[in-house]
């Protein structure tokens, strides 16, 4: 059949306009690799000075806040019971409010430092460090007046939460705690409004992409900005993303390759001059791991560079060449050189901050010296990778692969029986919207709780508490005990601690909850039993925690410090819900001492193959993790 005449033309001008964007995209990239090439190494100087000091400055000035609020709300820790106390505290906000400040200030500096870099070089002028380092201090003090501080949301919240087109090495990571993520991924209405929220935020970016170049090069304020912005990307809003997403692509296919290929041949290399050596950066096994941290450490350097570079071409490219230079301002163009007193000054500056650092590093983690011992791993729920969660065939898969520790969640039924599942009602896992609460145990009986998962599971049912300590105490096995339950459960605490004296388990069990308060009931019922504060946020000094014998804290406020003051009380470390074994060796070398986790074969697997050494290994692996989640 033939393509009418109309078909042909729509044809004929789709190659067209494909054939244009592609040679416009081809000069894009060769004018951007210039800019970069004639400006490389100062470019590369002041992203890795701003790089080091935001590194060493935020966690100083991180911890410095986490201490200020605690001692303006009167409490030694934070924790989810008295989270709403310390973040509602009007010190704790306006600490926190020039924390944040701070931090963007940080980012707006080093991109302002770039694109002056970039529009010298556009102009056809040189630069050098001490104009950069001008340029970021004139934009972080034209950022400080009110009518800029919109500036505060895009650096602080929209940028980071794109990850798309990260400007600044600095740029403030949001980092979703596991079980945050977890949350989104398995719930579909969660899902959903996530990736609508994402997209529509990487379009919004795209139209005000070049606010922050107007902002930095003119006299003008973020509002104006943001109007150039939309004025300059008007009918190039399509080519303006599709461009900067296949250089997103091209810029991480092409550090991910130069990774590998680094760190393949030094592998191979090493192995051939020391032959087959035990140290830490010659294992085969860890090539993926260093490949993966090189990546980060180049991403980070290069990856702002570059897309500032970027950010600068297509902007004068819709900027009017005529006007550039009256539109812009002068200040912006100005090339400043360094004084001798602001050498001596800066050089100086350089020297304290050269010597106090290492001396407070040293003095804060000199016990990392110490070689740590090798963690336990718990089924959390099960294992309920390859088994319905929280039922006996999950816990019975998990013995067979001769873990110590099951992780388990309890509810009370209407009659009085305490059995497992994790959410109060049981349509996540039947598909009937029953709550547990409501129903007695025979109905629960009823339900299957497995044919929702491939196999041979479709008349499992719910187990009750008993059944699985009864089976732990024949395999030798500990538990956690979670409760969850509800606020109108009669005795519920009284019934858990029946049913695990009566099956003898009471000093092969842990109880935990995540509500204080039950953990609290739980010391009065019984002081001798074994408990842990369950939390998805810890700071500060967790040992201060006066009813709790343990913690079980989410793995992504696990820190070598906490873990060494909670030991030297006497007290164990307990983390969830660790599913990739990349987080392994970082845990094993802050000395935890259960690692829970949804697929304890793939973790058991990653723990027998850890490093339990002391001093530089150790010292190693963690400033590795620290490198690994830069941009995660």
Not at 423 to 452: A, P
Not at 591 to 596: E, F, T
């Amino acid at each position: 059949m033939s393509v009418p005449l109309s078909g042909k033309k729509l044809l004929n001008h789709i190659k067209t306009q494909t054939v244009e964007f592609f040679s416009g995209f081809r000069l894009f990239l060769l004018n951007v690799w210039l800019l970069f090439r004639q400006s490389f190494k100062e470019v590369m100087i002041f992203v890795l000075l701003c790089s080091v000091f935001t590194v060493m400055a935020t966690s100083l000035l991180r911890d410095l806040l986490v201490q200020l609020m605690m001692k303006v709300s009167g409490v030694t820790y934070i924790v989810p019971s008295n989270l709403r106390q310390v973040l509602l505290n009007p010190l704790s906000i306006i600490m926190i409010i020039i924390f944040l400040i701070i931090i963007t200030l940080f980012s707006l500096f080093e991109i302002a430092g770039l694109l002056h870099a970039f529009s010298m070089g556009q102009a056809g002028r040189s630069t050098n460090l001490f104009s950069m380092f001008a340029a970021g201090l004139r934009a972080c003090r034209k950022a400080l007046h009110p009518k800029n501080w919109l500036l505060i949301v895009f650096i602080l919240v929209l940028f980071p939460m794109t990850k798309v087109f990260p400007l600044a090495s600095s740029t403030f990571k949001l980092i979703l705690p596991g079980f945050v993520n977890q949350t989104i991924e398995y719930t579909r209405s969660l899902n959903v409004v996530y990736r609508v929220a994402y997209l529509f935020i990487v379009l919004f970016l795209t139209v005000y992409l070049f606010s922050i170049n107007s902002f930095v090069m003119q006299k003008t304020s973020f509002i104006k900005s943001c109007k150039e912005s939309r004025h300059l990307g008007k009918g190039h809003f399509g080519e303006i993303l599709l461009t900067l997403i296949l250089l997103m692509i091209i810029l991480n296919f092409t550090i991910n390759s130069v990774s590998s290929i680094i760190i393949i041949n030094w592998n191979e290399v090493a192995s051939w001059m020391f032959g087959n050596s035990n140290n830490i950066v010659l294992k085969a096994e860890n090539v993926g791991t260093y490949t993966y941290v090189l990546r980060q450490i180049l991403k980070s350097l290069i990856s702002p560079a570059v897309n500032n570079s970027a950010l600068a071409v297509l902007f004068y490219r819709y900027v009017d060449e005529k006007d550039m230079m009256l539109t812009l301002s002068k200040d912006a163009f100005k090339s400043k050189k360094a004084s001798k007193k602001g050498v001596i000054i800066f050089l100086a500056a350089l020297a304290v901050f050269a010597t106090v650092t290492p001396i407070y590093w040293i003095n804060r983690y000199s016990f990392l010296f110490e070689d740590v011992e090798m963690p336990l791993v718990c089924a959390h729920r099960g294992d309920n990778v390859n088994a319905p969660e929280n039922t006996m065939a999950a816990f019975e898969l998990a013995a067979s692969e001769n873990l110590q520790w099951i992780e388990l969640d309890v509810h009370q039924t209407s009659d009085g029986v305490i059995v497992c599942n994790h959410d109060s009602t049981i349509k996540r896992v039947t598909g009937q919207n029953l709550s547990i609460h409501d129903c007695t145990f025979d109905e629960l009986k009823k339900c299957e709780f497995g044919s929702w998962m491939p196999g041979n599971y479709e008349h499992v049912t719910v187990p009750t508490l008993e059944e699985v300590l009864t089976f732990a105490k024949e395999n030798e096995m500990h538990v956690q005990v979670e409760l969850k339950g509800n606020p109108d459960d009669v005795d519920f605490e009284e019934h858990v601690l029946e049913v695990i004296n009566k099956t003898g388990m009471h000093d092969n069990v842990m109880v935990i909850a995540q509500d204080a308060s039950r953990i609290k009931r739980i010391m009065e019922l019984d002081p001798t039993i074994t408990k842990a504060y369950c939390i998805f946020i810890g700071l500060g000094e967790l040992e201060d925690i006066e009813y709790t014998d343990n913690i079980s804290i989410e793995e992504s406020y696990v820190t070598p410090e906490l873990v060494r003051r909670m030991h030297a009380e006497g007290k164990k470390v307990f983390c969830w819900t660790v599913d990739l074994d990349d987080t392994v060796q970082y845990l094993i070398s802050c000395d935890v001492d259960v690692i829970g986790t949804d697929n304890p074969m793939l973790i058991s697997n990653a723990v027998e193959k850890g490093d339990c050494s002391g001093g530089i290994t150790r010292i190693f692996h963690i400033v590795m993790h620290v490198i690994a989640n830069m941009d995660k």
